[in-house]
Structures are given as C-alpha cells and as structure tokens.
C-alpha cells in the first residue's frame, strides 16, 4: 500500500510520543486502510461517498470511537490517537475518507461527549459509535462562515419545540448523514447569540439541498441542508441556550490537529509514492533519482514534513497532558496543509504526465489537499490566531 517505504520511518515519532496503545492503533488502521478502505475507496469516490456499510464497518473494529471516553463506549484514545487516526485515514491517498469519517468522528459527534445531557448520549451515542448512525456538523451557510458572528439561521422556542429556518450549505454527509449537530441563532447577533442543536434526518421541514460536485474529496459527500419551519423538542438542544459558540471553540484545537495530521498522512504518501518513482524511472541513461535537482528538493521537502510532523506529534501530547495548545493548533493547522499542497504539487511535477491523469494516487492527493488549506480555518484565518496568540 502507499506509504510503506515509510520516508519518516527513521525518525521514530512514534516511540518518541506514543504509548503502547497508539502504537497498536497504527498497527490496526494500516491493515484496515490496506485491506478495506484502498481497494473499495475508487467505487466510493464514482458514488461520491463512503457507504454507509463502511461506516459500521469501523464501528464494528471500534475505530469510531477513539476520541470519546470510556465511560461513555469510546477507546479514549487522547488527541494523539486522533492524530493517528487522521493520519492513516488519509495515509490511504484517499482525503476523502478522512474528511467524511472525520467529521462523523471528531468534528461533530464530539460535541455530544463534551456537552450532551445523560438522555441525549443515551439517544444518540451507542449507535453513532456503532457507525449505524451518521453524524455531521452543519455550521457554514451561504452568507457566512470564516465569520461565525455572521452566522443567521433563526432558533426560534415554540414552547417546548424550537423552529428552524435557514440553509445551510457545504455540509460533509449532508444526504448520508441521520444527525446533525447544527449552530443556529437564538439570541441577538455576534458570538453569544448561537445555540447548538441535535436534528434528527425524521425532522419535519428537513431537507436535503443542492449536492455539489468537488474538485477533490470525490467520496466525501457535500451538500445543502435547508430548514423550513423545521420543528424540533427543546430536549434536543445540546448545552444551554446561547452556548453554541463556545461549544463550537472548545473542540478547536483538536479538530485543527486532526486536520494537520490529514495533511501529513497525504503529504508522507506523496512523497513516498515519489521517492519511489523516482529511484526506478529511466531518464537520461539513469533514474530520475540521478538528477541532483530532483533529490535535493524531495530532501527539502522531507526535512520539512519531518520538521512539521514532529511538532504535530508533540502538540498532541501536549494536548493529552492538559496543556494550553491554541497556538500550536493554530500554527500547525497554518503550516501543514500549505506543506502538504507544496509537496503534492512537487509530486505532481516529478511523476510528469504520470502524475496528471487521473489514474494514480498522486494527482488525487494533489486535488485532495487542497482543501485542508481553506477549511476549519482557512490559512490566513490561522495565522492571525497566531499571532494573536504569541
Ligand atoms: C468540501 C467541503 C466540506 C465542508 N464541510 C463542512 C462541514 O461539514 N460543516 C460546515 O459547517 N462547513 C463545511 N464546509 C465549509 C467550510 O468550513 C468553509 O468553506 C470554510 O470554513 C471557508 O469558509 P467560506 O467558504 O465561507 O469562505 P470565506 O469565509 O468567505 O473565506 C474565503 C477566503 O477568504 C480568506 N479569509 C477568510 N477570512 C480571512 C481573514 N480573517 N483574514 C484574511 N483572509 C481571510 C481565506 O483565504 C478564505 O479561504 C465545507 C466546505 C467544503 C468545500
């Protein structure tokens, strides 16, 4: 499978920051990856989704329970299990599977962990963990999203019922998923105002929008949700009234380590599926290996993935002990997606014309990354929260 040439291999991260149990987690998720997600993941990307068997597939392994607690059914892995779970899921050349079995796993479900009452784990949980029931976080609407206080989709408490209404767009597992975990207005505008909501797919005046067709990502589903006098029990607000913005920042730091950690896994195999290449490709009676300019930029680029990795690794121990870990978040959601679409662009450029059809895993990871760069906190977003920060 890709990644087996293991470029960092000889920088022994693993044994560095990982107990026993990551180092076992990684040892499951490659022979998953390599058994289960590779070979079926090109008929997920022409469906344009990860099946929902795939998804109690893992269920079934345990795999989606990682980042929650034990007394609640999860592996309690820490954030150093998330970040190899990210990792290998997107180890795979497939950013897809990552982003879509990501946001079931960390970007939404989670906040049921971090705030849901008793009856609402109770409710939903077993079968999220179980991967019979898809979950998704529907934040982004048309008029607003890297500005969350912009954020309009109207609560509106109806007695013991809250109404919805709005669209929300660019939402991952928007047609698979059967709970959304959605931010809505209740109060006055500007971060204070926003509560958070568990909506079940049966919810009346639920609807699935427009389905957009991505550049990469090709297995993750995307679409519109749209809210229409959609009536829901008041029990199904997650945490109090006006509690919604800062749910959404406690899970910050460690979404953005699971997204840095997705560039990694696509960065470690572009550049293994490179070296690779380059170490056997006939050119100029050698290998492209031969040529200086080749080398010297893949061992640039290594040095740096390297550098980055490591950092990422000591962030999520960091995390794991009870540090503050905002800054590190921040900075390394800022610099690895940017690394990893500087590596899949040089991916590209070494395997020539190989790299640009679509047929192998590199010019997929070249689409695949791109989007690390823009979502949960776009680049530029990142960089002001760091320097915010420091
Ligand atoms: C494939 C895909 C999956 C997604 N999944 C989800 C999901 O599951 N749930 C969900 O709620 N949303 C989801 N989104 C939405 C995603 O989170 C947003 O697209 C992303 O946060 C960027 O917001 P935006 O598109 O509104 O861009 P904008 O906020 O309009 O920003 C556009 C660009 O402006 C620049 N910019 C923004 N703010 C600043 C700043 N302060 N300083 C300097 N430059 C800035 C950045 O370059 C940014 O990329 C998804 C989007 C896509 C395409």
Redesign the pocket.
Known sequence: MPGDNGILAALDLDRTFLAEEHRSLRDLLRLVVARDVVPAAPEWERQRRVPPGAFTHLGDLGLLGLSFPTRLGGGEAGVRGAVVFHEELARSTFGGVA?SVG?HTD??ALHLARAGSAAQVDRWLPAILAGRTVA?????EPE????LTRLGLRARRDGDAYVLNGT??????ANLADLFFVVARTGDTGRHGLSLFAVERSAPGLANGRT?D?SG?HC?D?GELVLTDCRIPVAHRIGPEGAGFGLLMRGLDHERLCLAAQAVGLAEAALDATVGWARTRPAYGGVLWDKQAVRHRIADLVGRLAAGKTLLYHAAAQLDRGADGRVFAALLKAQLPELANEIAYAAVQFHGGAGFVREGPVERISRDAR?LA????????MR?EVARLI
């Open positions: 982003s946001t970007f939404s998704a976080l529907a934040v982004t607003a999203s890297s500005d929300k767009t660019f939402i991952t597992n957009f991505k990502w993750a995307t989007f823009i979502g949960g906190g776009a680049t530029e977003v002001d």
